[in-house]
């Protein structure tokens, strides 16, 4: 639906910048903004000509600018049996009356209904110069919302063929190297160094983080069906902090005061889940810092709570982190949290999170199916 504030903001901006001769208003320097305006949008003369429109308007009426170009607004949408409240309406912003009105218009394929119309009329040097109309219309804005989120999908479909082409064909090379690694470590044994030692091990441990960008990455493109069984809730804890040891500079504090539950999850879907928490949670204390897991039960649910130390996230960026593709890391490919997201709801629990510039971020894992032991 049409924001009003936004709309009129456009619309204020607009009216200082149109020149006093009317004839002259497709001149305005600010037509960039008139034409990325949300909603349909149209600008006449004060003989109600038609100077500019956008391109939601051309799609919402059914006709192109060059076709409706100096002809009479009215003329173009209202319907004979409409013309009373619409040369009503008009009439008033011709007297310098803003309007927010209903009224029926007429399309060019000849369908009819009812929108709303914001109007105001455009003021230079104390003189009328023109009118500005907004045409809000519900069905039309939930068409344009349906077309932009099929063309969302078409291209993550698109997307996913690729990448599971290109997952597939890395993971060989990289378990190629993570073994030669391990070889190499074995072949030296007793004669490595420190500094050897060190090299192995960045090898490693570079691997496994490729590794496990290409694992999100497919689990993004084809989630299976959860495997669900009943598990102890620190068994998928352990292996991840196995798998993925803490870097020296990040104090664990693992508190996990109800022993004896267990839930019913995917386990290895849930060891993803908890392996992108924690991996998040280390890279937002690149100085390192404290990263606190509790797993609390209660009557009715089972959580998890990772916490770190780090930056925090800005409130405003809030609502984009569990999105595909958004990432605050310069490195990152934004899949971790999404697919972590879709994993939980998978199996059947809730993801939240709680965060503060400067204090850290909280990310919290519910699940409702939990029993004692």
């Known amino acids: ?131 500005f109309v907004l045409i809000d219309d519900e069905r039309f804005a939930q068409k344009k919302e349906f077309s932009k989120e099929f063309e969302r999908l078409k291209q993550l479909a698109e997307l996913s063929q690729l990448v599971g082409g290109i997952g597939h064909e890395l993971r060989n090379p990289l378990c190629i190297i993570k073994n030669s690694a391990y070889l190499v470590e074995k072949a030296l044994n007793g004669f490595k160094n420190e500094e050897t030692s060190k090299y192995l091990a960045i090898i490693r441990r570079e691997a496994e983080i490729a590794n496990k960008i290409i694992l999100n990455l497919l689990h993004f493109i084809r989630t299976r069906k959860p495997q669900k069984k009943w598990i102890e809730p620190m068994k998928p804890l352990k292996q991840v902090l196995i798998r993925y040891p803490l870097p020296e500079n990040v104090t664990l504090v693992i508190d996990n005061p109800n022993q004896g539950f267990e839930i019913l999850v995917d386990p290895d879907q849930i060891e993803v889940v908890l392996l992108n928490l924690i991996t998040n949670a280390v890279q937002a204390m690149p100085s390192g810092g404290k990263l606190e897991i509790a797993l609390n039960s209660c009557s009715r649910s089972f959580t998890y709570r990772i916490t770190d130390s780090g930056c925090g996230i800005p409130e405003d960026k809030m609502d984009l982190v569990f999105n595909p593709f958004y990432s605050s890391q310069h490195n990152g490919i934004g899949l971790g949290l999404a697919i972590t997201k879709q994993l939980v709801e998978a199996n059947q629990g809730k993801i939240s999170l709680q965060s503060k510039i400067g204090i850290g971020t909280s990310l919290f894992i519910e699940f409702p199916n939990q029993r004692q032991i």
Do not use: W
């Open 1 to 131: 639906m049409f924001r009003e504030s936004t709309g009129f903001d456009s619309i204020e901006t607009l009216s200082v910048a149109i020149p006093k001769d009317a004839r002259n208003l497709r001149t305005i320097p600010y037509q960039s903004l008139f034409r990325s305006l949300p909603t349909a949008a149209v600008l006449t003369d004060l003989r109600n000509q038609v100077v500019i429109c956008n391109a939601d308007f051309e799609q919402l009426s059914g006709y192109r600018f060059r076709e409706i170009v100096g002809n009479d607004l009215i003329d173009i949408l209202i319907p004979t049996d409409a013309l009373e409240p619409a040369k009503f309406l008009f009439g008033r912003l011709l007297l310098g009356e803003r309007v927010r009105d209903k009224q029926i218009v007429k399309f060019k394929d000849g369908s009819v209904r009812e929108v709303e119309i914001h109007g105001v009329p455009i003021i230079q040097k104390d003189e009328q110069v023109g009118i």
